[in-house]
Each structure stands twice: as structure tokens, then as C-alpha cells.
């Protein structure tokens, strides 16, 4: 008898059910995220949140690289797994584990030789220089641990224990806040304590992952890995998109942030910085449903069980829609209680970024629809697709219209480039699940 989880009749129900923990983890690592820079511009000072904008493109590509590697890697294992190669799926997995190791300790290596250079070149202001290296240096040591937290949180999906990574999630994220809170103010350590903290909140996961993979007796653990090129390659190429996201990310934040120390100076910085972490805070309901739903679909095409791709991806359609429009009034109408979290609404930080968040909120009605593109056509295994649409939507749209936008528009122009790039996304993204529906049996005319 077949005691995989991810083979079974999936209904709408059993469906948010397995996700839900997933999106629950992921809004939790949004709010804690939240709380951090929080806790910076109310303990420390509004330079402080902006010079952790300004360094923010190098967690940005070591995000990247380790959801690279999680992704797909994750549509190979989930794969294997539904083809009963088991074996092969554990060589697999270790070795994925192995590579966002070496990857992580290179980073750190490189950036801590280099971190002066580094920070310069992300565009510091002499003003926010010292902020910038002071969390930068500690932030360096805890990198391989952010990718193997990275992977681990989606491999314990893939694992059918989805809870496991929601609990560790919640621990790491208590941690984080009660840490920062301790290093910031009784140690005294300013945005040192910050980066302390969730540094720390990174070996958690990181921690529980490797002790419970090494002594897992389930169908995913570790075992003796195989130095296996072409499974490193399909995985940073199936993976491509979710590293083009953020290393779009990385380039998009950086351009946000040079238009806006040119056009308001420091001020500007913080107002971006604000929108930018609001922004991923309400995104990570999408992205958590796309991550937990993401095995299932890899799963039945690994079975050719085109009846249960058929409704998950319905399912999943109702459920973007439904999210889109509550997010949407979620921003539109809790933007400025969002902002007030971290200025008080007599600043002038919180009048740039309040009136700018009424324009930004737009984008959420679009986005949704294309993070679950972007992912479903990863866990298809398709990298070519995904790779394809996220870097059209952030190198190509959204960078255009950063670069664009304000010359036109001056800073309503900076917030217009969101909502714009998102909008015309969406539009490539349905053509795409149009165009492919065919081709992996998910959708066809006479579904319900």
C-alpha cells in the first residue's frame, strides 16, 4: 500500500489543508521579517532601516540561490518520488543539501574579504556606510545557514511534513523578535543586534533539518550522496526562475534605492524600504500556497495522474482569485496602519510612503496570479517557462519602469512601476497557462 502522502484525492478542503501549513510559515517568516526592521526604525533610527534596504540585494541572492536549489531540486525529488525512485530521490536530496552548503560558505567567504567594496557598490551614502558594514559583517556569518534553512523549508514539504516546517518557522521567528529586542536594547548593540538576531533565527531551522533528516527513517533522509552533475544542473535550471526573481529583486531594490536617494535623499530610502518589506509581508500568502501545493504538482506529473492535476490547478485558480481581492483591500485600506508601524504619521517618512502605498496597493490585484505561475511551471519542471516570465516580469518590466517611470513622473512614477509591470505580468502569465494547458494535461475546455 502506497503511504505517500502527496497520492491521494485532493479536494479543495485536503488541498488548503496541506498548503496551509506552508502559507501559514511563510506569512509568519513575513511577520517576523516585519517585526525586525520594525524594531530598527523605532530602537535605533530611520538611517538604520534604510542602510538595511541598501545591503539587502545580498540576502536577496542568497535567498535566490538557495531557492534555486530548493525548488528545483524539489521538482526532481517529488518526481522521483512519484516514480517510486526512491533511492535515486535520497541520493538527490543530500547532494542538493551538500551543494547550498559549499555555496553558502563561499559566500561568506568572498563577501566578509570584500565587504567595504560591497557595500559601496550597493550605493551607501557616507552617512549610511557605517550602518551598512556594521550589519552586513554579522549577517555574512549566518549565510550558510540562511540557505539551508532556504532548503530545508521547502524540502519538508516535499517530505509530507509541511507542519514540521511551519513549527520551525514559528520557533525561529519568536527567537528572532525576542533576540533582537535583547541585543538592540539591554546589550546595547544597535543594528548589530538586529543582524545577531536573526542570525540566530536562521540556525534554527537549520539545526532541527539536519538532525532530522540524518536520522529519518520516512522516504526522504540522507544517505550516501553521488556527485551528480546533471542533477545539480536540472536543478539550477528548473530552479532558474525563483533565482531570476531574486536576483530581480536584488537589482530592482537597488535601483529603488539609487532613485530614490537621488530624488529625496535618506528619507526617500526609508519610505522604500517600508513599502518593499509591506509588500513582502502581503505577497507570502501567495508564495506560501504556491511552495506547499508545488510537491503535489510535481508529484502527479512524475505519476501522469493528469484527473488530480486537472483539480489541483483548479483549485489553486479559485484560490489566487479569492486571495487577490482580499490582499488588494487589505493594502488599499490597512496601508497606512502599516506604515504607522514604524514612523509616526507626523514624519515625513510616513507622508511619502502613506501616499505612495494608495498607488502601490494596485499591483496585488495581479500578482498572485503570476508568483503561482511562475512556481507551477518549476514543480513542472518546465525552468525554460518559468526562468522566461520571471525574468520578463522584473528585469524587463519592473526595472523599465523603475528606470522609466520617474523621469515622466517623478515619484508617483517610482510608485507606479509596480503596479504597471504586475498589470501587464498578469496578461503574459494567463496567455502562458493558455498556451501550455495542452502540454501538461491541467486544464482542458470541458473542466468544471
Known amino acids: ?259 530614490m536617494m537621488n530624488l529625496l535623499g535618506e528619507v526617500g530610502v526609508a519610505a522604500i524600504t517600508i513599502t518593499i518589506y509591506a509588500q513582502f509581508l502581503l505577497n507570502t500568502l501567495y508564495i506560501g500556497f504556491s511552495i506547499g501545493i508545488a510537491p503535489i504538482i510535481g508529484f502527479n506529473y512524475g505519476k501522469r495522474n493528469e484527473v488530480q492535476q486537472k483539480q489541483v490547478f483548479s483549485i489553486s485558480m479559485r484560490f489566487i482569485a479569492a486571495a487577490s481581492i482580499s490582499i488588494f483591500a487589505v493594502s488599499m485600506f490597512g496601508g497606512p496602519c502599516i506604515v504607522r508601524l514604524f514612523t509616526d504619521e507626523t514624519s515625513e517618512v510616513y507622508r511619502i510612503t502613506a501616499n505612495g502605498f494608495t498607488i502601490f496597493s494596485y499591483s496585488f490585484l495581479f500578482c498572485g496570479l503570476n508568483n503561482f505561475t511562475s512556481a507551477m511551471f518549476t514543480a513542472l519542471s518546465n525552468g525554460k517557462v518559468s526562468a522566461l516570465l520571471s525574468f520578463l516580469r522584473t528585469f524587463g518590466l519592473l526595472a523599465g519602469g523603475i528606470l522609466l517611470l520617474p523621469h515622466i513622473w517623478g515619484i508617483t512614477g517610482v510608485w507606479l512601476a509596480v503596479p504597471a509591470a504586475e498589470g501587464i505580468m498578469f496578461v503574459v502569465s494567463a496567455a502562458c497557462l493558455v498556451h501550455h494547458r495542452k502540454q501538461y494535461s491541467y486544464y482542458s475546455r470541458s473542466q468544471k
Open 1 to 259: 500500500m502506497d503511504d505517500n502522502i502527496l497520492d491521494q484525492k485532493w479536494s479543495a478542503g485536503s488541498l488548503l489543508r496541506f498548503a496551509f501549513p506552508t502559507i501559514v510559515m511563510m506569512i509568519f517568516m513575513g511577520l517576523y521579517t516585519i517585526v525586525d526592521t520594525i524594531f530598527v526604525a523605532q530602537l535605533v533610527n530611520m538611517d538604520a532601516l534604510s542602510s538595511i534596504n541598501i545591503v539587502c540585494p545580498i540576502l536577496n541572492i542568497t535567498v535566490g540561490l538557495g531557492t534555486m536549489i530548493a525548488a528545483g531540486g524539489n521538482a526532481i525529488v517529488s518526481r522521483k518520488m512519484g516514480a517510486g525512485e526512491n533511492q535515486e530521490a535520497r541520493e538527490a536530496f543530500t547532494l542538493l543539501i551538500l551543494t547550498g552548503a559549499i555555496i553558502g560558505f563561499l559566500i561568506l567567504l568572498g563577501g566578509t574579504t570584500w565587504i567595504d567594496k560591497i557595500v559601496y557598490a550597493l550605493g551607501a551614502s557616507d552617512l549610511l556606510f557605517p550602518y551598512c558594514k556594521d550589519y552586513l559583517s554579522v549577517l555574512l556569518l549566518f549565510i550558510p545557514a540562511n540557505i539551508l534553512q532556504t532548503l530545508f523549508s521547502n524540502l519538508f514539504v516535499t517530505a509530507g511534513k509541511p507542519g514540521l516546517g511551519f513549527g520551525l518557522s514559528v520557533l525561529a521567528g519568536v527567537a528572532n523578535i525576542i533576540l533582537d529586542y535583547i541585543f538592540i536594547v539591554p546589550c546595547g548593540l544597535g543594528i548589530q543586534g538586529a543582524a545577531w538576531g536573526t542570525g540566530f533565527g536562521y540556525l534554527i531551522p537549520t539545526a532541527v533539518g539536519l538532525v532530522y533528516f540524518a536520522r529519518s527513517k520516512g522516504t526522504l533522509s540522507f544517505t550516501r550522496p553521488k556527485l551528480n552533475w546533471a542533477v545539480i544542473r536540472e536543478s539550477c535550471f528548473n530552479g532558474s526562475s525563483e533565482m531570476v526573481g531574486q536576483l530581480a529583486t536584488a537589482v530592482t531594490t537597488f535601483l529603488f534605492n539609487h532613485t
